[in-house]
């Protein structure tokens, strides 16, 4: 059995596992992501119904890490407007609306399997990042100078 060294070890290799695997790589850590699906459906997710709402922090943290730019324009909807109604107070929304801000958008709304094969392109060709596809995760341990 071959063995491999790594400084940080992620379980899941969604957009959030491999944004954090991007940044550390960029720091130049050595980052293994270990991931249940195949390789073939994390270069390709299949559509799964999900949006993902992304604030300005989160799009410029996604900008850094090379991720945003592997969006399509299509890709990518602004949220110029949002209504929080909580129970008993439903006839009085609280409004948000970009037109009342110096932004064009309150934020974006990104479709989850597009983000999750931009962060899979980034992730996938990153120095320092070792993607471990078809693998689950079943133990861990933690000693004085490793974990496994």
């Known amino acids: 059995m071959q063995t491999e060294e790594h400084e940080v070890v992620i379980v899941g290799a969604g957009p959030t596992g491999l944004a954090l695997a991007i940044a550390l790589a960029q720091a130049e850590l050595r980052v293994a992501v270990v991931e249940p699906q195949p ?15 992304l604030t300005h922090p989160s799009v410029a943290l996604l900008q850094r890490l090379g991720v945003w730019a592997q969006l399509g324009p299509d890709e990518i909807g602004r949220i110029r407007e949002a209504r929080v109604v909580d129970g008993p107070h439903q006839d009085r929304p609280l409004r948000f609306d970009a037109a ?19 962060s899979h392109a980034v992730g996938g060709r990153r120095p320092g990042i070792r993607l471990f596809a078809g693998l689950r995760a079943t133990e861990r341990g933690v000693g004085a100078h490793r974990a496994g």
């Not at 390789?39 to 709402?53: F, H, N, Q, S």
């Open 39 to 53: 390789a073939a459906t994390l270069a390709d997710p299949p559509e799964d119904g999900r949006e993902i709402a």
């Open 100 to 118: 009342d801000s110096a932004q064009a958008a309150l934020g974006f709304i990104v479709a989850n399997q597009a983000l999750r094969r931009a």
